[in-house]
């Protein structure tokens, strides 16, 4: 009887070769396609924090101001509803839309706070309710069929809300 010898493989053979680097693209594809997607929802998730933050600081300074008045807002200038003055203790403040920016400004000092409200046609709006001396500012971007309302603020002058 004859025995076959065997014979030892000192190396893979092409077909493995192929195999595992199918595998291997296989995976740098799918990890590189999440990283991606990470990237633009972390990029997202950044800017509508940067948003929220923008609009709950511009929220504080309008209730902060409006619960120290001592009397409702005045237009600014006459016939002018975009711009109000309200007496504070540390003096008069004007709340005006200047160049896509919501600005506070203390009168007769160079004193300023400002929030970027975006591009686009912006718009701003005071109302007070009747006597209820609750305060609201609105703003927003003007759309070809209508308003557009990105922000209101609601406050109680002279204090919280009842």
């Known amino acids: 009887m004859r025995t076959v010898p065997c014979r030892l493989r000192n190396a893979f053979t092409l077909l493995e070769v192929l195999v595992v680097m199918a595998v291997v693209g296989l995976f740098l594809a799918m990890g590189s396609a999440l990283l991606y997607s990470y990237v633009r929802l ?27 008045a001592k009397s409702n807002p005045a237009p600014a200038k006459p016939d002018d509803k975009s711009s109000q003055v309200l007496d504070l203790p540390e003096g008069k403040v004007v709340w005006k839309l200047e160049n896509h920016r919501l600005v506070r400004q203390v009168v007769g000092t160079k004193t300023e706070k400002t929030w970027n409200l975006g591009p686009g046609k912006n718009w ?5 309710t009747g006597s209820l001396e609750l305060l609201v500012l609105r703003h927003g971007e003007e759309k070809v069929n209508g308003r557009l309302i990105q922000g209101e603020y609601t406050a109680w002058r002279g204090g919280d809300l009842p």
């Open 42 to 68: 972390s990029g997202a998730t950044t800017v509508q924090l940067d948003g929220l933050t923008i609009r709950r600081d511009l929220a504080d300074a309008w209730r902060r101001d409006v619960r120290l």
């Open 124 to 128: 701003l709006e005071f109302d007070t």
